[in-house]
């Protein structure tokens, strides 16, 4: 089946902790997009690559990294410096651009211990 | 960023009503989409309707598209409690890139 999977589910974070978090797709999309949920509010847009080896900064990108090493592979990375980073995580990827339609992830719940 | 806006934030119905969610969005949009999220789940797309479109259909779903007056609206018919969830519509802003702009949703509870 196609789709895209994002691991883990539930991620916990340390206090000065960099978490990485993992998002594969085998839909053959070039373009991939990072999007941060908080409760009761819009998707927000954090990174996105529309080509290996070349991403952009979304709206809200302090405080997170990313790397597009592979077409199939979109890691995010929350570091220490982002001071607020409970929230859902989701992944999604799109043939193109925005134009089409994207496809979701199930997202990972990221919470500070 | 520009966000759509869901309104209402939140609707609660009986199982066989209709439901209407509208959007509305500041800016000239090149597409807006609607999304379904189940509770803790990803996003799923439902519809899509280009600027130049006005109504469009897809089995109990109907979009209806007003450029003039920068809204949108989502009908879900004879609902049913397996349509409970959030709504999103999302918008593909012209001066935005191509990528998309989400709004804070509708959550809907159709009751059994």
């Known amino acids: 089946d196609g789709g895209i999977t994002q691991s883990p589910k539930y991620l916990f974070r340390k206090e000065g902790q960099n978490v990485t978090l993992s998002c594969e797709q085998n839909l053959n999309h070039d373009a991939m997009y990072w999007y941060r949920q908080d409760p009761g509010q819009g998707l927000r847009l954090i990174y996105y690559s529309q080509i290996v080896n070349d991403f952009q900064k979304g709206d809200i990108a302090e405080g997170y990294s990313v790397s597009r090493e592979k077409k199939e592979s979109f890691p995010l990375t929350v570091t220490s410096a982002q001071k607020n980073p409970t929230a859902f995580y989701l992944c999604a990827s799109s043939k193109i651009d925005a134009a089409e339609k994207l496809f979701f992830g199930s997202g990972t719940q990221l919470s500070v211990l | 960023s520009q966000q759509g806006e869901e309104d209402p934030q939140a609707l609660s119905i009986q199982e066989g009503e209709n439901a209407t969610m509208n959007c509305s969005y500041k800016?000239?949009?090149?597409?807006l989409q609607w999304y379904r999220q189940n509770s803790g789940r990803g996003l799923v797309h439902l519809i899509l309707?280009?600027?130049?479109?006005r109504e469009k259909h897809s089995g109990r779903l109907r979009v209806t598209l007003d450029t003039s007056k920068k809204s949108s609206s989502l009908l879900i018919t004879a609902s049913r409690a397996a349509d409970t969830a959030s709504y999103f519509c999302?918008?593909?802003?012209?001066?935005?890139?191509?990528?998309?702009?989400f709004g804070a949703g509708t959550i809907l509870r159709v009751k059994s």
């Open positions: 800016t000239s949009i090149n597409n």
């Open positions: 309707i280009r600027s130049n479109e």
């Open positions: 999302a918008t593909e802003l012209m001066e935005y890139g191509n990528k998309l702009v």
